[in-house]
């Protein structure tokens, strides 16, 4: 069990270490169909997110699928969290579960590292984090094969210096699986402080103070926090209570970061940047429809349909061959 589990998702490592797949499953598909798969291949997360608990699965993952060296940058430093014992256990879940290899984790740690004193070529670890800005890579032009990235061009500052990066690091014919999630979308357009089952884009439609006000109530009754978001994201009663006291924390902490970016803009910095666009798929269920009402529709009239209602967007670009 995880007590520092912010999401009921994460209470159970199990659960945890099979819904952390989830998007790597859907980034791994569409570089098998697009890009001709991670065999051999030099892979970059963009984004990697080692400061959580399960960032950089998707780099053993990779491996697991044929990928011949994988690097993750992120802003915050890998080191950040490695010695968390929920870390630990979830790795130790994620190592027995799916066969992935991973160090440390008897001595209290989770660390990629290499385990043989000599460093043979044949040794040294596939995997390596390091803490750099998205905006400015300090890796060598035309590097990797695939570059990989889930749910971080919603909170890079500047994603079309990031996209002219990404292009200028990746090999010609190389490409990039980039899943995100654009501010407009119901689910997690506004990362939960949209509340979509309570108060549909409540994110897009509250002014701050209402917002806030709404929130409070939220959180300070179980019957509505443990409705009101994605099932998935249902905050435990210890979170709750913390936001039931201060609900402009959690809309600061939820939403600090996000750079509002639209589907057009970042379609547009792709082109921009050189790239061509191989897919481009609002993912949206069909069970969030309903929610769209006319009125709503009416109101948020600057926004497409769409737009409004895709859980995240996947974008599929490749540097032309040359
Ligand atoms: C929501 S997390 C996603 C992490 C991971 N990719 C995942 O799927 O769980 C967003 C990540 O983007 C990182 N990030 C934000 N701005 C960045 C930048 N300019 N360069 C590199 N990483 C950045 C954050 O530190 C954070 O780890």
């Known amino acids: ?76 430093h890998p080191d950040l969290h490695a010695a968390d014992p929920n870390k630990v256990a979830f790795w130790k879940q994620a190592r027995d579960l799916l066969g992935i290899e991973v160090q440390g984790l008897e001595g209290g740690r989770v660390v990629f590292a290499s385990t043989d004193i000599l460093h043979f070529d044949d040794f040294y670890s596939k995997i390596t984090l390091l803490q750099m800005s998205a905006s400015e890579i300090y890796f060598k032009d035309n590097m990797f094969d695939i570059v990989i990235s889930n749910a971080v061009f919603e909170h890079v500052q500047n994603p079309k210096r990031v996209l002219t990066e990404l292009y200028r690091v ?23 402080i949209g509340m979509p089952y309570h108060y549909p884009w409540a994110h897009l439609r509250l002014p701050e103070d209402r917002h806030v006000e709404m929130l409070g109530q939220v959180f ?67 069970e969030d429809r ?13 926004y497409g349909e769409d737009e409004l209602l895709q859980l995240f967007h996947t974008a599929v670009l490749r540097k032309p061959a040359g």
């Open 290 to 302: 309903r929610f769209l009402t006319p009125e709503i529709l009416a109101e948020l009239s600057q």
């Open 1 to 76: 069990m995880n007590p520092d589990a912010l999401f009921e998702y994460q209470v159970d490592f199990r659960n945890y270490v099979e819904a952390a797949r989830v998007p790597y499953n859907i980034l791994a598909s569409n570089v098998k169909e697009h890009l001709g798969g991670f065999g051999g291949k030099l892979i970059l997360d963009l984004g990697v997110g080692f400061q959580l608990t399960h960032g950089g699965l998707t780099l053993a993952l990779a491996l697991l699928d044929g990928a011949r060296q994988c690097y993750g940058i992120d802003i915050a």
């Open 170 to 192: 990746l090999k010609p014919g190389g490409g990039a699986a980039i899943n995100w999630n654009p501010y407009a979308g119901f689910r997690m357009g506004g990362h939960d």
């Open 220 to 286: 300070s009754n179980p019957a509505l926090y443990s409705t009101a978001f994605p099932p998935q994201h249902t905050p435990t009663p210890e979170r709750a209570a913390i936001y039931a006291k201060d609900p402009a924390l959690f809309r600061k902490q939820i939403s600090y970061d996000l750079n509002k970016m639209r589907i057009p803009e970042f379609l547009d910095y792709a082109h921009s940047a050189g790239f061509e666009l191989l897919s481009s798929v609002p993912h949206i269920p069909d």
